[in-house]
């Protein structure tokens, strides 16, 4: 069965450095997000992009975040600058259609840690 | 600004028994809904969703209602078995979102006694 893939399973980062959380999603996709746990908090979303531009974004999704698709296959999130309160479990999920045709489905995660 | 809730953080059943997993909500404009599972050190897993047109929908041992006078929606797992163990998330998507971005409850954690 196809899945979401994501890399690299746990990433540790300096403070004020530059990080890439890289993701596969399934092939015949069209919608790509992102989302993050926080210890111990619920899920939440972060970004949705379709057709190459981002769709919707929450409020945690500032200026210090950004999303790309640079090839046909990789789905990144990039957090420019990291903060403490970035470490979470930052989960990549991609769905066949918009709006409640198709589900969303998630890959493992990357658990991101700043130093 | 819990717009999903999951009031209870663990439950406990009997192999065999059912599971009943339940999840409320507050914004009326939720017009779709999914339950996920999520084992340790992976990602959520989808099981099962539900239009808001629709009150019940099943799928297999799996079946969610949903009460939309009411707010509130339920996952029976009929029997329960020990790989059911796992804790179990409630989302919902709506228009006002946008493209929908999935709204979470903080979870339930499902023990399946032997």
């Known amino acids: 069965e196809p899945e979401v893939t994501q890399t690299p399973s746990h990433q540790v980062t300096q403070m004020g450095q530059e990080v890439i959380l890289r993701c596969v999603p399934i092939?015949?996709?069209?919608?790509f997000y992102w989302y993050r746990q926080i210890l111990g908090q619920k899920v939440e979303f972060l970004v949705s992009f379709y057709n190459n531009e981002i769709s919707e974004k929450s409020e945690i999704f500032d200026d210090q975040f950004s999303v790309e698709r640079p090839d046909g296959s990789n789905f990144t999130l990039k957090i420019r600058s990291t903060k403490l309160e970035d470490s979470a479990m930052y989960f990549c999920?991609?769905?066949?259609?918009?709006?409640?045709?198709?589900?969303?489905?998630f890959g493992d995660g990357t658990r991101l840690s700043i130093l | 600004d819990q717009q999903v809730k999951q009031n209870s953080p663990s439950l406990s059943v009997q192999e065999g028994r059912i599971s009943i997993l339940n999840c409320d909500y507050t914004n009326s404009m939720f017009d779709y809904f999914l339950w996920y599972k999520k084992y340790p050190a992976e990602g959520p897993t989808f099981l099962i969703s539900?239009?808001?047109?629709?009150d019940k929908n099943e799928d297999g041992r799996f079946t969610v209602f949903l009460n939309k006078s009411a707010k509130h929606l339920s996952l029976h797992i009929v029997p329960s078995q020990p790989g059911d163990s796992a804790v179990y998330f409630c989302a919902a998507s709506s228009p006002s979102v946008g493209a929908d971005g999935l709204t979470f409850g903080k979870g339930t954690h499902l023990i399946i006694q032997p």
């Open positions: 539900i239009s808001s047109i629709k």
């Open positions: 092939s015949n996709h069209l919608y």
């Open positions: 999920a991609s769905g066949g259609g918009a709006r409640g045709g198709q589900p969303q489905h």
